[in-house]
RNA sequence: CGGGGCGUGGCGCAGUCCGGCUAGCGCGCUUGCAUGGGGUGCAAGAGGUCCCGGGUUCAAUUCCCGGCGCCCCGACCA
């Protein structure tokens, strides 16, 4: 429960992180290293971020299914790069019903492999594609070092796998989910990201092109918030997955997946929350408006709680994600802190004063104080909140947006660069070679993240080695 | 896997250096009374293998040895 106050954001980020997600109840840790137990309230927000992604997913003629959480080993290893790059965060049983399996299998960390497989049991002919699957499940990636949401030993996610006849339908697949991925974030979220490409050494291994939606924490530093891979052939030649074309000739298929995990909670609490606790954007808030009753004796509170319950039956009725706190054992201060912690995005109280002028005041997550509070009538209440929630969700875009632009840098030389990201983000132009980016990150920790999509045309000078450079690209220090 | 730190009621910690009596404190929890428009007050309670195993000792939460676990930094990493 709320007993004390949050460390404050801007004294140690991590650890304002860290106890709220336990304070507001998002999930807890396990007994198990690394792993977390998302709770109630945290798995209400993914249930609405689910429901907001299927949508679209829906939208763009995908349907859902579910494939098996054990792999057999040796599927990992049909591809040369795939089995490389996640080999040593793998599990692996090699033992079930008391007998040492003739094979080992591995607890998936991505199911490219055995649908795939599966793939190339369902796919003959032309007329079968394209295939567009998704499926919603958990996957494992025995990661060193963890830190709940951003990156667990088990975590939740989508993982799209979609198959087609050409290279540039599959591009296009790509990209279009990349766009479904950032339209989620920016306008269910309200959290502002770029669409870009993945440098070599950064992109999915297996994949031709990686493609990511890169948003900025609250401390600066960078996420991945989701990701779309153009995986060529790679995949339908390691597992034969091949249709006849029209002319009856045998071709292989051209091949993409995309995910998006439980790691986007972190990336709503880092960037929307500050010293009070959470501020979830109203479009995905489990609840949207908090009642709190306020009354000191049974005259009161009957008075009182007529209003209430008529309020809440008419908020309910628009359909908005409504919670009265009858709670009798603290008072309204408390009720107040508390459900600013869990990030309610709107509070509405009522008391005595308001029976008697037949207002109710509203406070706003977003805005701290007297600035966010005002007393309305309690005639049309439903469309007064409903306005606000949206006003507050518009704020939250806006205020993230231009947080993240003031810490984007536009360095003018190497020296600069590596100034620019002891706090923020560069945007500079890059030769393109891995040693140039093996240097950024040998000096400053900061990685590329990535090539965004739309940019200037022109060209410039490498900022690192000072060649001729025709694409620009943000370096920034990542979780 | 390298460096550092920590394991004591549910949570956060003190005590341990220099062994000894009933192991304390804050928060939370239970009950009662008062309170109630910004984290409410008072009172009475419940709750402990002091991480595990071994050794030294009349006596170990405390000293010694071994083990396990967790956290931070680094390396690694969609």
Redesign the pocket.
């Known amino acids: 429960?709320?007993?004390?106050?949050?460390t404050p954001r801007n004294v140690d980020f991590?650890e304002w992180y860290?106890q709220l997600v336990l304070k507001a109840e998002l999930a807890d840790?396990a007994p198990?290293?690394?792993c977390m137990v998302v709770r109630p309230y945290g798995w209400a927000l993914w249930e609405n971020i689910q429901a907001a992604l299927d949508r679209r997913f829906k939208d763009t003629g995908h349907v859902n299914a579910a494939f098996p959480l054990l792999i057999p080993k040796s599927f990992l290893e049909k591809e040369k790069e795939h089995v490389e790059?996640?080999s040593?965060?793998l599990a692996v049983v090699t033992i079930g019903g008391g007998e040492t399996l003739e094979e080992p299998l591995i607890v998936r960390?991505?199911s490219e492999t055995i649908i795939g497989y599966m793939y190339s049991k369902w796919i003959q002919s032309w007329r079968d594609l394209p295939v567009l699957i998704n499926q919603w499940g958990n996957?494992v990636?025995w990661?060193?070092?963890?830190?709940l949401f951003l990156?667990t030993l088990e975590f939740y996610w989508q993982e799209g796998h979609t198959a087609h006849a050409t290279e540039q339908e599959a591009r296009q697949e790509t990209l279009r989910m990349l766009d479904v991925y950032a339209d989620f974030a920016v306008n269910e979220a309200a959290v502002p990201v770029i669409k870009g490409i993945k440098s070599e050494t950064?992109k999915?291994?297996g994949a031709v092109m990686s493609t990511t939606i890169e948003a900025m924490m609250g401390d600066t530093r960078a996420l991945?918030s989701g990701?779309s891979h153009f995986l060529g052939q790679n995949f339908a030649k390691a597992f034969e997955i091949q249709y006849l074309d029209t002319s009856n000739t045998l071709q292989f298929c051209w091949t993409t997946s995309w995910?998006l995990?439980t790691r986007f909670i972190g990336a709503i609490i880092m960037i929307h929350g500050d010293d009070?606790g959470l501020i979830l954007p109203p479009r995905l808030a489990p609840i949207q408006a908090v009642i709190v009753p306020?009354?000191?004796?049974d005259a009161e509170k009957a008075a009182v709680m007529a209003v209430a319950n008529k309020s809440f039956a008419e908020l309910r009725a628009a359909g908005i994600r409504l919670k009265m706190d009858e709670r009798?054992?603290?008072?309204?201060?408390?009720k107040?802190?508390?459900w600013?912690?869990r990030g309610v995005p709107l509070?509405i109280?009522?008391?005595?004063?308001?029976?008697e002028k037949n207002s109710?005041?509203l406070?706003r997550r977003d805005k701290p104080?007297r600035e966010g509070?005002s007393f309305v009538p309690q005639a049309g209440l439903a469309g007064t909140v409903e306005r606000l929630l949206s006003e507050i969700q518009a704020a939250l875009l806006e205020k993230a947006t231009a947080f993240r632009d003031s810490n984007i840098h536009d360095p003018k030389d190497y020296a600069e660069l590596t100034q620019a990201l002891q706090n923020g983000w560069a945007y500079s132009w890059w030769c393109g070679s891995k040693e140039c980016e093996a240097k950024v990150k040998e000096d400053t920790?900061a990685s590329t993240r990535c090539i965004p999509i739309e940019q200037e045309e022109g060209r410039g000078n490498c900022i690192v080695c000072g060649k001729k450079a025709e694409k620009k690209v943000y370096f920034g220090r990542s979780y």
């Open positions: 429960m709320a007993d004390e106050k949050l991590s860290n840790y198990v290293r690394g790059g996640f040593p965060e960390p991505t996957v990636r990661e060193l070092r963890t830190k990156r950064e999915f291994a991945q990701t995910g995990s009070q306020i009354y000191k004796n009798e054992e603290v008072t309204p201060g408390f107040y802190n508390d600013e912690m509070r109280e009522i008391g005595p004063k308001d029976v109710v005041a406070a104080g509070k920790k």
